[in-house]
């Protein structure tokens, strides 16, 4: 994938795009990521007419573009549920709770999953369905981060050195080992202890979950049903859902949850980088199942490799297709 | 912001506890020298808060907060009534004491912001905009701060540091990505068999509009 942003317009950008397969696209990306026009020369306009893997090389066109939008410009343009910023942060925050914060949150989570694996009451009643059907077991996560918390969080940092840590590191001219490593060393020389820091900023980052809600595959269209929960939730979309198949896995206990659920996680955000055609960030190369959709996709089709599959031989993460600005998020720091 | 005689932190620090202290025990007036300037603080009898250790604090914190990435540089413009809010509330600093106090708003951001370029240079460069992440961490901290929360800057600028650390010292992500123990091989691939979902149909191409008219 290569793209460059050619224009802008009153409400949003001429995206030129070219895709894995060598097709140039032009697409339009308006500032809420929808598409307002798309011209390409490689495949059918009308979509009846393409073939599997013209359909995807449209669908990472799109992917791509809205993705290098909100990365280069800073708009919120990238799909719910698919920013692989958000989910990793989501994902951060849920390896570093607080047990008893964690329990609060996917407590009944747990529960679901132990339901599923026939060593629970359930939280929400799964109705007959058909055997070859596989409900799964789903929470949205919310990310938010109030005012007043970050003001504690900055507190915080400063009580523990944290910050000043961070910076100096930030301010060392030495360009040696990479700057996480950097960090690392110096919070490590130091001896700061994070982990109570990461806490409260966990804490402060998960503003919510929704309900446990159990959903399965009718055709190519989804049900569902939700526990009913009596708090408010955000009025506007959430950042991550887990996805997971409670027989799929073997608890002894929460934190055992905790470790597969944060593994998921970043499973999906692997997806969401493999489904725009470049390959994922260097931690997230792993195996095993992301979102549910892809699992389809990749065991269905050679056009893509068995990324779900934690004993797959992968041989490809798409290194080849990503250009040098892949993880640039310069729009991000620099944009309102 | 970062001036290029930036001072070092654990300075402020100081400062800010012998001033806290002297705060309490002494009856004269506080002087803390502040960016090279003595800053004479006196106070009030109506408002004997003034130089409490929690008063210190804040101004150190916006000190620090100014700093840290002025790095926000538009952010920080943006925000900034949002933050004198934050840190100046009825029993806090107003703009003035923090004027009095030496904070100069016009030197803090002049000066050498090369620093900043090289963290996000350093996080791009990392290639490991995850769990490593302070890429991605800044990058969705930020951008949650932009989807209406207000957020300091300097703040996610370290918290995605503290993540990261933390991250990484507590094993946690490698836990996390290295092998999923609990995870039953042979009851996936069952699922995964019954899973029927096909590549996604694609929208369809060819319409034109402004943006893609060039």
């Not at chain 1, 992917?63 to 280069?72: D, L």
């Not at chain 1, 799964?126 to 070859?132: G, I, K, N, R, Y």
Request: with cysteine.
């Amino acid at each position: 994938m290569d793209a460059e942003i050619k224009k802008e317009t009153n409400n949003g950008f001429g995206v030129t795009v070219f895709d894995n397969n060598g097709v140039k696209h032009k697409v339009g990306v308006l500032y809420n990521g929808e598409i307002s026009g798309h011209l390409q020369s490689g495949y059918p306009d009308d979509p009846s007419k393409r073939s599997q893997e013209e359909h995807e090389w449209v669908n990472q066109t799109r992917r791509f573009a809205k993705f290098y939008v909100y990365r280069q410009q800073g708009y919120e343009t990238v799909d719910p549920l698919s920013n692989p910023d958000r989910i990793a942060t989501a994902a951060m925050a849920i390896a570093n709770l607080p047990p008893d914060t964690f329990e609060a949150h996917f407590g009944e989570f747990y529960q679901q999953l132990r339901h599923d694996a026939g060593e629970a009451a359930p939280v929400v009643e799964v109705p007959d369905l058909p055997p070859t059907t596989v409900p799964r077991v789903e929470q949205d996560i919310y990310l938010g981060l109030e005012e007043t918390d970050t003001a504690a969080i900055l507190e915080r940092l400063i009580d523990d050195g944290t910050l000043e840590a961070v910076v100096n590191a930030a301010m060392e001219e030495s360009e040696d080992g990479g700057l996480v490593n950097r960090i690392r060393q110096t919070v490590a020389d130091q001896e700061i202890d994070m982990t109570d820091t990461a806490a409260a900023v966990s804490e402060g980052v998960i503003e919510a979950v929704g309900p446990v809600t159990i959903r399965w595959a009718n055709g190519a269209d989804d049900e569902e049903v939700a526990q009913s929960v009596a708090r408010t939730l955000p009025d506007r979309d959430p950042q991550a859902r887990p996805q997971m198949f409670g027989r799929a896995y073997q608890f002894d206990d929460l934190e055992d949850l905790r470790q597969s659920l944060v593994r998921h996680l970043c499973c999906q955000v692997r997806d969401c980088y493999i489904t725009m055609g470049i390959a994922p960030p260097e931690d997230v190369r792993i195996q095993g199942p992301g979102f549910y959709d892809h699992l389809g996709w990749y065991s269905n089709h050679d056009f893509y490799q068995n990324y779900h599959d934690p004993e797959a031989s992968i041989t490809d993460w798409q290194e080849q297709h990503t250009p040098d600005d892949a993880y640039d998020f310069s729009g991000l720091v620099e944009s309102a | 912001m970062v001036t290029s005689r930036s001072v070092p932190i654990p300075q402020l620090e100081q400062e800010a506890d012998q001033a806290a202290q002297q705060a309490l025990s002494s009856d004269e007036p506080l002087v803390v020298n502040r960016m090279g300037t003595d800053v004479h603080i006196q106070r009030s009898a109506s408002d004997d808060g003034l130089a409490s250790p929690s008063r210190i604090r804040k101004i150190v914190s916006e000190e620090i907060e100014k700093r840290v990435p002025e790095a926000v540089d538009k952010r920080l413009e943006q925000r900034s009534e949002n933050l004198e809010e934050m840190f100046s509330g009825s029993d806090e600093l107003d703009e003035a004491t923090l004027e009095e106090f030496g904070v100069d708003i016009d030197e803090l951001e002049g000066g050498d912001t090369s620093w900043f370029e090289r963290l996000r240079d350093g996080a791009t460069n990392e290639r490991t905009a995850v769990t490593a992440g302070v890429g991605a961490t800044l990058a969705a901290l930020t951008t949650v701060a932009s989807a209406g929360v207000p957020l300091a800057a300097g703040a996610a600028v370290a918290a995605s540091g503290s993540f990261a650390s933390s991250m990484l010292g507590k094993g946690a992500a490698d836990a996390a990505l290295g092998e999923d123990g609990n995870l039953t091989q042979a009851e996936l691939a069952t699922i995964v068999e019954t899973v029927k979902r096909e590549l996604q149909e694609s929208d369809g191409t060819g319409e034109l509009s402004e943006e893609v008219d060039y």
